[in-house]
């Protein structure tokens, strides 16, 4: 009977070291990817031929390219721009933000569009998630998973460090 016992101590303990590890890793994680990023490369991965994606309701994903993300992990608020040209609307849009370690080797980024205030756009009560393929302190590599006409297929964004700069 004590060894029955002390085998489920020793279990729960276990496992609730696994759980201290998994939110530690998820902890540096974000503090990885904390700061300022440049978009530098969008790539389309599904069946070839010719993509259109609006992403986030927002743009055409060409418009984002040269556009910057920031990500703040301490109170989950960040920010994406898009660079104006004859295509696209010049324009930031602050977010609220979240970093989820899936436990099974992947984790995702979701995020819901707010005002100044932080409240979510009016009509804009989903929010978008983002597959983390890849995040160094150097680079992040984001995958999103969209469709056009009913057919799916991924947009991956390449994401370059800019700074620790954390600024609104």
């Given amino acids: 009977m004590k060894k029955t016992i002390y ?9 609730l070291g696994a759980t201290d590890t998994v939110h530690a890793q998820t902890k ?13 490369e969008i790539r389309f991965v599904g069946e070839k031929g010719l993509y259109k994606a609006n992403l ?8 984002f390219k040269g556009g910057e993300w920031m990500f703040i992990p301490n109170n989950g608020t960040g920010r994406f721009s898009i660079n104006g040209s004859e295509r696209c609307d010049e324009g930031t849009h602050r977010i609220l933000w979240s970093f989820f370690d899936n436990g099974d080797g992947t984790a995702q980024i979701e995020f819901k569009m707010v005002d100044d205030k932080n409240k979510p756009l009016s009509g804009n009560l989903d929010g978008y998630s983002i597959l983390v393929e890849t995040l160094t302190p150097e680079q992040t590599v984001l995958r ?5 006409d009913g057919q799916p ?12 700069d954390v600024t609104l």
């Avoid at 085998?7 to 496992?15: D, N, Q, R, S």
């Avoid at 999103?144 to 056009?148: G, K, N, S």
């Fill in 144 to 148: 999103v998973q969209t469709d056009y």
């Fill in 153 to 164: 297929f991924d947009l991956v964004m390449t994401l370059d460090k800019v700074s620790k």
């Fill in 28 to 40: 540096m994680k974000k503090k990885t990817l904390k700061g300022t990023w440049t978009l530098s």
């Fill in 56 to 63: 986030f309701g927002i743009a055409d994903s060409p418009c």
């Fill in 7 to 15: 085998l489920v101590l020793a279990v729960i303990i276990m496992a």
